[in-house]
């Protein structure tokens, strides 16, 4: 008789009287409910990174709300050109944007809306790339000389 396996009665004496691990359907389940909180969180995510791209078009534009009231005070007239925008002091705002009037960031297109003059402009910053992906009331922002703010505050664009 071997004692190692068996007792005095015959049965068997080991640590486990069957099988155990994990099944198919517990692993499923487990995998289920993985991928429904990461996709919860990824969407999240991308809502958050797109709401904090934003910050690159609004700081452009108040960048260049800012220059254009100081150049104002010196000129008595608004700057009217993308290339004012962009020259030095004292001769335009010195506003760095990239190739092809893109912000610092790269998510907007900076560019006058309508025909500036001396004494009215409004610029906007234009979604470009995947910032496209925003909330579509987000995609366009805009400020003009009296510092009205398109789309309006409502929207949560501009915070």
């Given at each position: 008789m071997n004692s190692g396996c068996m007792n005095s009665a015959g049965k068997r004496?080991?640590?486990y009287t069957g099988q155990r691990g994990v099944t198919l359907i517990e692993l499923m389940?487990?995998?289920?409910?993985?991928?429904?909180?990461?996709?919860i969180a990824v969407s999240n995510y991308r809502r958050y990174a797109l709401?904090?791209?934003r910050t690159d078009?609004?700081?452009?534009?108040?960048?260049?709300?800012?220059?254009?009231?100081?150049?104002?005070l010196q000129?008595?007239?608004?700057a009217q050109t993308m290339t004012q925008v962009?020259?030095?002091p004292p001769n335009g705002l010195g506003i760095t944007l990239g190739t092809g009037n893109v912000t610092t960031g790269g998510y907007y297109v900076i560019s006058f809306s309508g025909t500036p003059?001396?004494?009215?402009?409004?610029?906007?910053?234009?979604a470009t790339g995947g910032q496209t992906a925003d909330t579509s009331a987000c995609l366009?922002?805009?400020?003009?000389?009296?510092?009205?703010?398109?789309?309006?505050?409502s929207t949560g664009c501009w915070r």
């Open positions: 004496s080991g640590r389940i487990v995998i289920v409910v993985l991928s429904i909180l990461t996709s709401r904090a791209n078009g609004t700081m452009a534009l108040l960048r260049i709300q800012v220059a254009q009231e100081r150049f104002f000129n008595n007239a608004y962009t020259a030095a003059t001396a004494t009215t402009y409004t610029i906007q910053a234009t366009t922002l805009a400020i003009d000389q009296s510092g009205n703010r398109t789309p309006a505050a």
